[in-house]
């Protein structure tokens, strides 16, 4: 408990540390512009491969305690889109039939139009909601867009301690955001691949999503997504965010239960 309290009074003073830790540094955290860094892409891995390190990941870390998981920083992107519906059917069908004519169905490719955001979650704190729009992110809006005003503010707030999460997304492995990593001595957390659900933001992007639908006038334009997103996740109450990272050990245990 003595812990918790610790990383909590600690990153209540977030705001203050920023600005702080700009002046003590003389420098602006947006002041380097990255370009042209190569994808960075991972290899290719097994499905047998994932699963043996999923597992090799959960038992190194279901006895974690609360200030440890404390001291991450989880983060992921997402999409939200205009229409409540993505309008697909998921079936079982034959090998080799997906281009099969039966199997096609034509439709409207601008329909359900939407927005690319990205956020991270601590606890105690958070970050602010970064949109994209409806492009993907590449290697360079990565590091300038997240690295830099968002991911270095967290790391000079926190000193050492502090733990990086983002998972194996090709714009996040590359060549420049390793040496973003190196040059500001910020420590990255090994993640098992294809492993979304032991990343506690997930049930955060479900809360957003079920309280845009649940709005008396839901957002019809992408202007009124943005702001609807941007009061959404600044409503969301902190303590929805700590429950879900203290559960990790408990999401750790159930991952090696299930095999």
Same mark, same amino acid.
């Given at each position: 408990m003595?812990?918790?309290? &610790?990383?909590r009074r600690h990153?209540?003073?977030?705001?203050r540390?920023r600005i702080i830790?700009k002046?003590?540094?003389?420098?602006s955290v947006?002041?380097?512009?990255i370009?042209g860094?190569?994808?960075?892409?991972p290899?290719?891995?097994?499905p047998?491969?994932?699963?043996?390190?999923r597992? =090799?990941?959960c038992?190194?870390?279901?006895?974690w305690?609360d200030?440890?998981?404390?001291?991450? =920083?989880?983060t992921d992107e997402?999409r939200?889109?205009?229409?409540?519906d &993505?309008?697909?059917i998921l079936i079982?069908r034959?090998?080799?039939?997906?281009n099969h $004519?039966?199997?096609?169905i034509?439709?409207d490719?601008?329909?359900?139009c939407?927005?690319?955001?990205?956020?991270g979650?601590?606890l105690?704190?958070?970050?602010?909601?970064?949109i994209?729009g409806?492009v993907s992110?590449?290697?360079?809006?990565y590091?300038?867009?997240?690295?830099? $005003?968002y991911?270095?503010?967290f790391?000079?707030?926190?000193?050492? %301690?502090f733990?990086f999460?983002d998972?194996?997304? #090709?714009c996040h492995?590359?060549v420049a955001a390793?040496?973003l990593l190196?040059?500001?001595?910020?420590e990255?957390?090994?993640w #098992?691949?294809?492993? $979304?659900? =032991?990343? #506690?933001?997930?049930?955060v992007?479900?809360?957003?999503?079920r309280r *845009?639908?649940?709005r008396? *006038? #839901?957002p019809?334009?992408i202007r009124?997504?943005?702001l609807?997103? %941007?009061d959404?996740?600044?409503?969301?109450p %902190?303590q929805l965010i700590?429950?879900?990272?203290?559960?990790?050990g408990?999401r750790?245990e159930?991952?090696?239960a299930?095999?």
């Open positions: 003595a812990n918790n309290q &610790s990383v990153l209540d003073a977030f705001t540390g830790g002046l003590e540094e003389g420098r947006t002041r380097t512009a370009r860094f190569s994808s960075g892409r290899r290719g891995t097994t047998a491969d994932d699963r043996r390190r597992s =090799l990941w038992r190194e870390h279901r006895n305690r200030n440890e998981w404390g001291r991450v =920083l989880f997402s939200f889109s205009l229409s409540r &993505s309008h697909r079982w034959e090998r080799e039939s997906r $004519p039966s199997n096609i034509e439709r490719r601008y329909e359900g939407g927005v690319l955001v990205w956020g979650i601590m105690g704190s958070r970050t602010d909601l970064q994209f409806a992110v590449n290697g360079t809006r590091c300038n867009e997240i690295f830099l $005003p991911v270095c503010l790391r000079g707030a926190m000193g050492l %301690q733990l999460m998972d194996n997304a #090709p492995r590359t390793e040496q190196e040059s500001e001595d910020i990255r957390m090994d #098992p691949a294809r492993s $979304p659900d =032991l990343n #506690p933001i997930q049930h992007w479900d809360f957003l999503g *845009l639908a649940a008396t *006038l #839901p019809v334009t009124e997504l943005r609807a997103l %941007q959404e996740w600044a409503a969301m %902190q700590d429950t879900l990272i203290l559960s990790m408990r750790c159930t991952c090696l299930v095999r």
